[in-house]
């Protein structure tokens, strides 16, 4: 293939795949500068966010006076170094953050279809405040979501587009999935989710039809649930509560929500994927 049609089938796959996000991103606009950010845990109500004083991390670059620098926003396929600095009120990278779930910052990279989702931490050059760490990635558009607070500064999520040429094919369409199986392991999440409400959602682990009961702290927790809103992947983070793999949830707004379980066993961490709808306040 040439390097126009190889162009043009890249410029294709990513009008398709970027279609729905383009226009909630339009719909946003540029946020610099929110009062208030909403925080990881799905509890803002949708009430605020309606009227505007809240909305969900990631849908930002910049936000309170932070802002998010790739280093790049284009990088070929394959295992690449990924590398980005914060960016403060001051005009300098940040140095300084709390701890929190044991790491200083929190990064995820996802693509725009929801697939190739990674959560790694990357490490910091105190010298330079540049995080770097290597991802896998495939044609297509990505985001980048750092999750972190910096000292002294408010809880935030930043999120930045970073393009992979190559040719992309159409998204398939993804239906809601309460089940999913990852090497060996069978996950299973019961519960509704609805918006602007206060859900429970529990996770069930099996491996050749037995319950794991023996599943390992991970990052200080029994498991991490990341959510990702469909269309402009706002990012919603929550935790377990003391019981186990159950989760308290309260998403935004109705739609569809594409949720990651990360969980510990035998020394491995293992990502579980699911698909969820979640009704409109009172249904």
Not at 160 to 169: H, K, Y
Request: proline share 7%; charged share 20%; hydrophobic share 40%.
């Amino acid at each position: 293939m040439n390097a126009g049609a190889k162009v043009a089938g890249f410029a294709a796959g990513l009008a398709v795949v970027l279609g729905v996000a383009w226009a909630a991103g339009a719909a946003v606009g540029p946020v610099v500068d929110e009062p208030e950010p909403m925080g990881h845990d799905m509890t803002e109500s949708a009430g605020h966010q309606e009227a505007g004083e809240h909305l969900p991390g990631g849908l930002a670059v910049a936000q309170e006076g932070y802002r998010l620098a790739l280093a790049d926003d284009v990088l070929a396929p394959g295992s690449r170094r990924l590398a980005f600095t914060i960016v403060g009120p001051d005009g300098h990278p940040v140095t300084a953050y709390d701890v929190e779930h044991e790491k200083r910052l929190h990064l995820i990279v996802v693509r725009r279809d929801f697939t190739g989702f990674q959560h790694v931490h990357p490490v910091l050059d105190a010298a330079t405040g540049e995080w770097s760490t290597d991802v896998r990635l495939t044609p297509g558009p990505w985001r980048v979501l750092a999750d972190f607070v910096p000292t002294g500064g408010p809880d935030l999520t930043l999120g930045g587009d970073l393009l992979v040429p190559g040719e992309v094919a159409p998204p398939a369409a993804q239906p809601v999935q309460r089940t999913d199986t990852v090497a060996g392991y069978t996950v299973t999440v019961a519960g509704d989710l609805a918006a602007g409400e206060h859900s429970m959602l529990a996770m069930t682990v099996t491996r050749d039809g037995a319950p794991v009961t023996d599943l390992q702290p991970y990052l200080g927790a029994s498991g991490h649930l990341v959510a990702l809103r469909e269309g402009d992947l706002a990012y919603l983070h929550v935790h377990p509560g003391e019981d186990g793999l159950d989760f308290g949830a309260e998403v935004p707004t109705p739609g569809r929500y594409h949720l990651y379980l990360d969980f510990k066993h035998a020394g491995v961490v293992h990502t579980a994927r699911f698909v969820l709808e979640a009704a409109e306040h009172g249904h």
